[in-house]
């Protein structure tokens, strides 16, 4: 499989990933399951933390933004580092390809926006084992700042595919996700947030061929 760094994307189709056709259905998810999912999820952490474990909201508000604060920084190094792992082998370019280089292939496939829920339920559940061993009870609010975190990210990811530019404040996500996907997809690697792109220097470069999306376009036109 070819790199899809800077080749033109194709926006309509979907392609097949798997000759298995539970694995491949798998592969396909609509965008409402996970919010769902991670939002109920989300929930009862808070209110176990707080019915079962006795934690006062103030304690909880706190956990639950470091949780989301920590998943902006997790955001950024997964999609640097390993939905952008170099294929140097044929392997890791079947890996690449299949985590994230068909997004760039087919950044209108909605279906292929979000990570499959089967497997970001078997993330999660090692994440709360992992948490709660370095947090203890703390990684109730923790964890449901980082799941929302995640829903956060996955809302916005959908809206900047699905969605026109809108006229308002959050157009920069909009124009900020064009540039990765469209001039420089060695940089601009924050989705939910520009900010981890702003501490290690991987804003897109200033250059007067610069290019913005216009409010009222798709990224994707």
Same mark, same amino acid.
């Given at each position: +499989?070819?790199?899809?760094?800077?080749?033109?994307?194709? @926006?309509?189709?979907?392609?097949? =990933?798997?000759?298995?056709?539970?694995?491949?259905?798998?592969? @396909?998810?609509?965008?409402?399951?996970?919010?769902?999912?991670?939002?109920?999820?989300?929930?009862?952490?808070?209110?176990?933390?707080?019915?079962?474990?006795?934690?006062?909201?103030?304690? /909880?508000?706190? =956990?639950?933004?470091?949780?989301?604060?920590?998943?902006?920084?997790?955001?950024?190094? +997964?999609?640097?580092?390993?939905?952008?792992?170099?294929?140097?082998?044929?392997?890791?370019?079947?890996?690449?390809?299949? /985590?994230?280089?068909?997004?760039?292939?087919?950044?209108?496939?909605?279906? &292929? *926006?979000? /990570?499959?829920?089967v497997l970001s339920l078997v993330v999660a559940?090692v994440l709360f084992i992992i948490y709660r061993?370095? !947090?203890?009870?703390?990684?109730?609010?923790?964890?449901?700042?980082? !799941?929302?975190?995640?829903?956060?990210?996955?809302?916005?990811?959908?809206?900047?595919?699905?969605?026109? #530019?809108?006229?308002?404040?959050?157009?920069?996500?909009?124009?900020? @996700?064009?540039?990765?996907?469209?001039?420089?997809?060695? &940089?601009?690697?924050? #989705?939910?947030?520009? *900010?981890?792109? @702003?501490?290690?220097?991987? /804003?897109? &470069?200033?250059?007067?061929?610069?290019?913005?999306?216009?409010?009222?376009?798709?990224?994707?036109?």
């Amino acid at each position: +499989m070819e790199s899809t760094k800077l080749k033109r994307p194709k @926006h309509k189709g979907s392609p097949k =990933l798997f000759d298995n056709p539970i694995l491949e259905k798998l592969t @396909h998810t609509h965008i409402s399951l996970p919010l769902i999912i991670f939002g109920v999820i989300a929930v009862a952490l808070i209110y176990y933390g707080i019915i079962e474990k006795g934690f006062e909201a103030p304690i /909880m508000v706190g =956990l639950f933004v470091a949780g989301l604060f920590f998943f902006t920084f997790v955001e950024y190094i +997964m999609h640097r580092y390993l939905y952008h792992i170099p294929a140097t082998s044929e392997r890791k370019k079947k890996i690449s390809y299949t /985590m994230h280089g068909v997004h760039h292939d087919y950044p209108k496939d909605k279906s &292929r *926006l979000a /990570m499959p829920p089967v497997l970001s339920l078997v993330v999660a559940t090692v994440l709360f084992i992992i948490y709660r061993a370095v !947090l203890g009870d703390y990684v109730f609010g923790f964890l449901a700042g980082f !799941l929302i975190g995640y829903a956060a990210y996955l809302a916005v990811h959908y809206s900047v595919h699905a969605f026109k #530019v809108p006229n308002n404040f959050l157009k920069i996500l909009w124009q900020h @996700h064009s540039i990765h996907h469209y001039r420089e997809s060695d &940089r601009a690697f924050g #989705v939910s947030s520009p *900010l981890w792109d @702003h501490i290690f220097g991987t /804003m897109p &470069r200033k250059t007067r061929a610069s290019k913005k999306t216009a409010v009222g376009n798709s990224i994707d036109d």
